[in-house]
C-alpha cells in the first residue's frame, strides 16, 4: 500500500525498524558461517549447497578464509579446504609408508 503522507501509514515504524528474516537452510547456514546476506552470495551457498551440507566443512571452510565477504572468497576458502585435505592425506600416506618399512 502507498500513502500520500508517511504519518497516515500506522506500521512505518516497524518497516524501518525490522530487518528481513529467512529460516531457510541456506540462511541459517549463511548466519552460522557469517556470511552477509546477499543474492550473490546465497546463490554461491546454494551452489555448493551438498559440500556445505557438514558442519564439519563448514567450520573448517569459516577457519580456513579470511572473511566470507564475496562469492569469490567463498569459492577460494572451498577450494583450499581441499587442497588442506588432499595435503593431509599425501601427508598420512608417507607416514604409514615410512611407518611401514621400519
Given amino acids: 500500500m502507498n500513502y500520500e503522507k508517511p504519518e497516515d501509514d500506522w506500521l ?15 540462511a541459517i547456514w549463511m548466519d552460522e558461517m ?18 556445505l551440507n557438514s558442519k564439519t566443512r563448514r567450520d573448517d571452510v569459516v577457519k580456513l578464509s579470511d572473511g566470507l565477504d564475496s562469492p569469490m572468497k567463498l569459492q577460494l576458502a572451498v577450494m583450499v579446504y581441499y587442497i588442506h585435505i588432499v595435503r593431509s592425506q599425501r601427508s598420512l600416506r608417507r607416514r604409514n609408508q615410512i611407518l611401514s618399512t621400519e
Fill in 12 to 26: 512505518i515504524d516497524v518497516e524501518l525498524y525490522s530487518e528481513e528474516f529467512r529460516a531457510d537452510l541456506i
Fill in 34 to 51: 557469517g556470511i552477509p546476506s546477499s543474492v550473490a552470495l546465497r546463490y554461491q551457498v546454494k551452489k555448493y549447497r551438498k559440500f
